[in-house]
């Protein structure tokens, strides 16, 4: 038996360079690939960097889908389900939006593939493929993601690992609380620091959705982490700066960076989004960035406009925030409707989402407002957006945020991945804006 993998991109316009910062590691097809069983021989084709060959014949194509590739990875499906090779969808969107994705799939895995991914191919070997796939959340000891699927593949040069998967908290817009439910599982740490020793790069980034979840086992984990002498980076709560113990053994440990969702500087903002860990003021969060900077941690700092109070000055307030902290990167992003989450819901009962659903719209592009906001039209907030994007990448602010000598400057190997990151980031925001999802002209 023969399965192709297969890994989407969000669009391609001819003659524009697929954007950077998008080409890491699937990871998922990794873990996905790693689950398969050895007599299956496999392939595998990442969308984003390469041609899929139109005359691929395998007994199974596996497609890992998000909202923002589900559009192209329908597509590349009705491409080979017409050729009566069957095709299994599974990822967030598959799982957050079944109804609609069994309806481009032969079968699909809703939630997390360990438990239910070897009965999927033995009932495929035995001609008995049910469409729908789910199990309870797994135990995640023994995995070890096969990596050798990358072979020859351009990826940014940086090693993704998973220590553990969920998030406890619930904010409104946030997908990954509807997929896992607000719950959290945790890897082995001896399973973690096994896989980390085998890694060809040592410059990772630990996916976890909140890296510090468990901070007494993270505690642990950090340790375990200090004698292999790797670079990391992860995601963490802001409310991480208020452990002294734990911001040292990060730092012992290698980390040079964090992303924080700040998401909004506004207090009545935060609890709208149900953003309840984060400081009410901005003292506050810049006592806690002056915290992590202390350990030579940089900062990745995320916000979101769209919520009903945000005006044009929210934007101006963020940008000069985020300049004034000299934050390594900033997203300036907008409010995305994610199906499955509480945001979706809420502003379909309030007839306020354009062209739903906007992720298969022919008119959506990357950059696109999904829905109606109250203090100025769709258009007008994507483009500001877009706009204060650019202002946070230009020159000027990228030689202002540079005489951060704690993080960005602190040595001359973080000065050269400091600017080149931030230019290589400036052009990024130009070709990901208005990207079509999909392949205008191959739905059909």
């Given at each position: 038996m023969k399965i192709t993998f297969i890994f989407p991109c969000v669009g391609k316009r001819k003659g524009v360079r697929y954007p950077q910062s998008w080409l890491?590691?699937?990871?998922?097809?990794?873990?996905?690939?790693?689950?398969?069983?050895?007599?299956?021989?496999?392939?595998?084709?990442?969308?984003?960097?390469?041609?899929?060959?139109r005359d691929l014949?395998?007994?199974?194509?596996?497609?890992?889908?998000?909202?923002?590739?589900?559009?192209?990875?329908?597509?590349?499906?009705?491409?080979?389900?017409d050729k009566g090779v069957p095709v299994v969808m599974g990822g967030f969107h598959p799982t957050l939006a079944p109804d609609e994705?069994?309806?481009?799939?032969?079968?699909?895995?809703?939630?997390?593939?360990?438990?239910?991914?070897?009965?999927?191919?033995?009932?495929?070997?035995?001609?008995?493929?049910?469409?729908?796939?789910?199990?309870?959340?797994?135990?995640?000891?023994?995995?070890?993601?096969?990596?050798?699927?990358?072979?020859?593949?351009?990826?940014?040069?940086?090693?993704?690992?998973?220590?553990?998967?969920?998030?406890?908290?619930?904010?409104?817009?946030?997908?990954?609380?509807?997929?896992?439910?607000?719950?959290?599982?945790?890897?082995?740490?001896?399973?973690?620091v096994e896989e980390v020793k085998t890694l060809r790069?040592?410059?990772?980034?630990?996916?976890?959705?909140?890296?510090?979840?468990?901070?007494?086992?993270?505690?642990?984990?950090?340790?375990?982490?200090?004698?292999?002498?790797?670079?990391w980076m992860g995601q963490v709560s802001i409310?991480?700066?208020q452990d002294e113990d734990l911001l040292i053994l990060m730092r012992k440990s290698g980390c040079a960076g964090v992303l924080i969702g700040f998401e909004s500087l506004d207090p009545a903002l935060l609890a709208a989004m149900r953003k309840?860990?984060?400081?009410?003021?901005?003292?506050?969060?810049?006592n806690a960035v002056k915290r992590f900077y202390k350990h030579g941690i940089g900062i990745y700092a995320t916000f979101v406009f769209g919520y009903d109070t945000d005006t044009k000055r929210s934007f101006q307030r963020t940008l000069d925030f985020a300049i004034r902290n000299r934050f390594f990167f900033t997203a300036f992003n907008h409010l995305v409707p994610f199906p499955g989450t509480p945001l979706y819901t809420r502003l379909k009962m309030e007839r306020r989402l354009i062209d739903d659903p906007w992720w298969l719209s022919d008119s959506f592009r990357f950059g696109d407002l999904a829905f109606e906001p109250t203090q100025?039209?769709?258009?007008?907030?994507?483009?500001?957006?877009?706009?204060?994007?650019?202002r946070f990448y230009c020159?000027?602010?990228?030689?202002?945020?540079?005489?951060?000598f704690h993080t960005n400057f602190r040595s001359a190997f973080m000065a050269g991945l400091y600017l080149s990151q931030n230019f290589a980031a400036r052009n990024d925001v130009d070709n990901r804006q208005g990207l079509p999802l999909g392949i205008p002209g191959e739905d059909r």
């Open positions: 890491m590691e699937p990871l998922a097809i990794a873990q996905l690939s790693a689950l398969t069983p050895a007599t299956w021989e496999r392939d595998f084709y990442d969308d984003r960097l390469e041609t899929i060959p014949s395998p007994d199974l194509v596996a497609i890992n889908v998000e909202t923002y590739t589900a559009r192209r990875a329908y597509q590349i499906a009705r491409r080979y389900r994705a069994v309806q481009h799939a032969d079968a699909i895995v809703v939630g997390e593939a360990e438990g239910v991914w070897q009965n999927l191919l033995a009932d495929l070997a035995a001609g008995k493929l049910k469409q729908r796939y789910a199990g309870d959340r797994p135990a995640l000891g023994g995995l070890r993601p096969d990596r050798s699927i990358y072979a020859g593949k351009p990826y940014l040069e940086l090693s993704l690992v998973e220590t553990g998967r969920g998030c406890l908290f619930g904010c409104e817009f946030c997908s990954i609380a509807g997929f896992f439910h607000s719950s959290y599982s945790a890897r082995p740490i001896e399973d973690v790069n040592k410059t990772v980034f630990f996916v976890d959705d909140n890296f510090c979840v468990d901070r007494d086992r993270t505690r642990r984990l950090l340790e375990a982490l200090i004698p292999l002498r790797i670079r409310r991480t700066a309840t860990m984060n400081p009410d003021t901005e003292e506050e969060c810049e100025m039209s769709a258009r007008e907030m994507a483009r500001l957006c877009f706009e204060y994007r650019q020159a000027s602010s990228i030689l202002r945020r540079a005489m951060n």
